[in-house]
């Protein structure tokens, strides 16, 4: 956590660093956010007061029984600011209105039109996003901002999609352009997985976390934590991991994914492809996402069921995404990896029971075991994310604030 400063020009900074503190606790009280921010009790009285006068904290009950005068802990105003977070994954639209608690106050999800053309989305999202700010009665200047969680490449800065091979006729879509025109409020673009990692980080307990999150929607994709800090890459478009190796014997798909990799492994195209070969149900339109989606719900279904040969399909899918995590946990050398995205709740009962020991057999690193778990926040993870990027964009504390100038 950055600490602040005493000095007198740097007041915003330093009302950022009080905020982010209250905002990720469950309570502190002015002293802890003195000893914290290793800023002055005068300072951090002025902060505090002004910041209750904003709306954006406030003070609550004391709690213990202690003697003496108690402290008042500092938490969170949940009206005083909203973020909306949207996901756009091929087969569902996921949108969510989240508080400056951090709870999602309303959410909707969708499958995602099947539109040639990216402007028919756009409109899509945009009435979705009004609707939603409507239902729940808030004044739009409440609402700091929209956040796009989509599948890459894609270019942050400018607010591009540049070619997502699993959205046809979207490259070099000015999507965060398109949207603050629809929808008038400041948009963010960021990564899908990315997204969903800041989710999970945000819901982690721990207060050092480091691991790996691997995303299963659509597509795969992978994203690491390190010391409670996202990391992006250098074009922020990190983990593209579908073309890993993960079955050198692997049967050839009728797909443009590469054999034996870490998507054809998982992905719900790969795994419908899998199950139509074998006569367990009939191949669905591979231009058609949700139709794809929907068969692969129905597979996992029949997994659940009992069915063992869509029971040996999760199975054969669950061994090899293992052998991926396998390899990324060897070259990162993590102690945990995260599971989660759109379609982890379905492929989690047949996954979860195999997947910890057999990523501990591909194990090479100096440690005996790794800890794997599903996601703490559900299939709305990227949603949720790219609702949390909003909310420290506009208020967590940023060195750029520092400059001079």
Known sequence: MRRGSNQLRLADYNQAVVLELV????????????RKSGLSSQTISNITRRLIDEQLIRESAPGGTARGRPSIPLVTDPDGAYSVGVHIDPARLTVVLLDLAG???????????QATNPSDVTAFIADT???????????????????IAAPGPLDVD?????????LPNWRDVRLGADLREATGLPVLLDKDVTAAATAELRAAQETSNTFVFLYLGSGVGASVVLDNQVLRGTTNNIGEVGDLLVDSDAEQLEWSGRRGGLAAACVPEALVLQAARVGLMPLPNLNDYVAVDDACSALCARASEGDAVAGRILDRAARRVAVGLGVLVNLLDVPRVVIGGPLWDRLSPAFLPVVGDLVADELV???????????AVGDRVAA???????MD?????????????
């Open 384 to 390: 949720l994310g790219a609702a949390e990027l909003v």
């Open 103 to 113: 709870k999602v106050r309303l959410g909707r999800q969708e499958r995602t039109p």
């Open 365 to 375: 690193a100096a440690r005996d075991r790794v800890e794997v778990q599903g996601s």
């Open 129 to 147: 996003v009004h609707g939603l700010i409507s239902e729940a009665g808030i004044a739009r200047a409440q609402v700091l901002g929209l956040g």
């Open 23 to 34: 905002r990720r606790s469950h309570g502190v009280s002015r002293a802890g956010l003195q």
């Open 158 to 166: 400018a607010g591009v999609l540049l070619d997502p091979p699993q």
């Open 393 to 405: 964009h506009f208020l967590a504390p940023r060195p750029s604030a520092l400059m001079v100038g």
